[in-house]
């Protein structure tokens, strides 16, 4: 195992708990405590990306074009990276993030459809920017076709391609395979981003780091979509006791969670019940927040929505298919229902 | 050439160019389908308009400007190449009707405008995703006044070739440009997702509406269904999986009723399966495009002397 680099995510995964509204004072304050904890990379944007502020995924509070700039004006050490979706962003909001802080961006896509970034990752590197590739859902698909994907942002200009358990469904082997494969296959480097909904986050980080990970996420007090990323607090200790701490102040990473992110936090992103089920049923964890709404307005049970995106095997960013099933599932017990009157 | 018809090309012999191929040969009307032109001689759509034995060329747009006979022509390639091809194929005096998103010419959505602009010299069908949505949004900004619209567009990963591939950002700005200019918002946002599911799903739109002030449901309701039977008469799978519904919504207006609408299209299933709705939308679109125009300059030819 090497020493891994650590890219802290609360500004980004963490926007979905928080309803994409961090304000300018908190992302000041917690990129200070990060960059003062010796966090080489943290990813501020909406928690969809650039240009996610929308009614399919929640409004930005303010702007993630200040949000950026607040985080770069305020990280001594610190590089500031952001999210894109293409299909969400555009090279127009790639552009304006650049100029307003961004050095890394990191590009997202789901991971069978590597092919529709070329032109963001040729324009980042115009822009000088550093660039990563997100294989997004990465537990949908084996580790050999996942490798065909990777080796297509490699040859677009990534300098590193992330495995990303969006739905927190891989267990262990399954995030150990696929960094091996890509391990194998690139010659840039490799990186694993997990999500906790089954429980695994730091251990499937680690499984990762075993399988000869070189980049690694985390976000503080755990606050990402679903039941949250591995914390960073945590990695940061684990990092330590393995002997593999990059430089983290372990001590002021617990205080960061403890002092600054827990007292905003609207709750702790934990595996309850909705959230194992999203690792359980293999979809994104970004739904969790939305099925729940759907479920009450439309009085059905969110594991039930959630369980029916999964067979219809819905990818990132289908929020909007929420709406759909919550009513199809609505509209299908109204109809059992009257069928049993008329008996 | 035949005196009651036009003659016209395909430019492009991918997905796009091919499907509209089989709908021109299915149902001509005004038109003759005088060329299927490529840069692949290899490519699929090449050696089916072969079969057919429709004239074929592999030099791209060169062979359609060297025929004068050629009075349309639609092109079904890629936005970036579509830049050099409108200005060539206006050099030439042939009308272009333009199935990327590179927009150099007046948008054209079939049931809001479809006779807007017979004498521009191209016209552009703006996106899959646009011709699916912007009549809905059309339908409600008719009866009132729409601050903002926003579309999801779904389509089978199986449905894009590389043209969409390489083109996602213009997809983007030409939708959001298209429900302004001709759905009537003040402001709009698309949003495209390429899904890998196994078998491949049809082709899903979710169109989220946030009207200016208060408005009539029903008159709202009245309208978008005249509009999707409208639709109907060129994609007959075109339908809503639901009444549209009205949810209250955080936007950065405050909050307010937000009209959702979720739109599925099936397609003909002409080239591609029916699953591929986003294809048979848009070269249903062109088709109709191209009949008008070509009804169009039939009837200059026969102004009397």
Known sequence: ?????????????????????????????????????????????????????????????????????????????????????PGI??????????ARGVQIVRIATQCTEADISEQHFGLAKELGLETVGFLMMAHMRSPEELVE??????????????????AGAMLPQDAAARVRSLKAALSVQVGFHAHNNLGLGVANTLAALEAGADQIDGCLRGLGAGAGNA?????????????????????????????????????????DRDAITIGYAGVYSTFLLHAKQAGAQYNVDPREILVELGRRQA????????????????????????KGAFV | MQADKIKVAILGSGNIGTDLMYKLLRQSGAMELAMVAGIDPASEGLARARQLGIPTASNGIEAILADPDIRIVFDATSAKAHVRHARLLREHGRVAIDLTPAARGPYVV???????HLEAPNVNLITCGGQATIPLVY???????????????????????????????????????GLEEIGGAREAKAIIILNPARPPILMRNTIYVVPEGDFDENAVRDSVAQMIAEVQQYVSGYRLKNLPVIEQRTTPWGKRPV???????????????????NLDIMTAAAQRVGELFARHLLSKLEVPV
């Open chain 1, 1 to 85: 195992m090497k020493t891994p680099r650590l890219t802290d995510t609360t500004l980004r995964d963490g926007s979905h708990p928080m309803r994409h509204q961090f304000t300018r004072q908190q992302v000041a304050a917690i990129v200070q405590a990060l960059d003062r904890a010796g966090v080489p990379v943290i990813e501020v944007s909406h928690g969809d990306g650039l240009a996610g502020s929308s009614l399919q995924y929640g409004f930005s509070h303010t702007s993630e074009f200040d949000l950026i700039e607040t985080a770069r004006s305020n990280a001594e050490r610190a590089r500031i990276a952001a999210l894109m979706l």
């Open chain 1, 89 to 98: 962003g555009t090279l127009r909001e790639l552009k304006e993030a650049a």
């Open chain 1, 149 to 166: 994907q990777a080796r297509l942002m490699e040859a677009y200009g990534a300098d590193c391609v992330y495995i990303v358990d969006s």
């Open chain 1, 231 to 271: 914390a960073t607090e945590l990695l940061a200790a684990v990092l330590d006791r393995l002997g593999m701490n990059p430089g983290l102040d372990v001590f002021g990473l617990m205080d960061a969670a403890e002092y600054i992110v827990a007292p905003i936090m609207p709750f702790q992103p934990f595996p």
């Open chain 1, 315 to 338: 990818v990132a960013g289908q929020e909007d298919w929420i709406i759909d099933v919550a009513l199809d599932l609505s509209r299908r017990r109204q109809s059992s229902a009257q």
């Open chain 2, 110 to 116: 079939p049931p809001v405008n479809l006779g807007a």
């Open chain 2, 139 to 177: 339908a409600v900004s008719r009866v009132t006044s729409v601050r903002y619209a926003e579309i999801v567009s779904t389509v089978a990963s199986q449905s894009a070739g590389p043209g969409t591939r390489q083109n996602i950002d213009e997809f983007t700005f030409t939708t959001a440009r």
């Open chain 2, 259 to 277: 009209i959702i609408m979720l739109l599925e299209v099936e397609g003909a299933g002409d080239f591609l399966p029916t699953y591929a709705g």
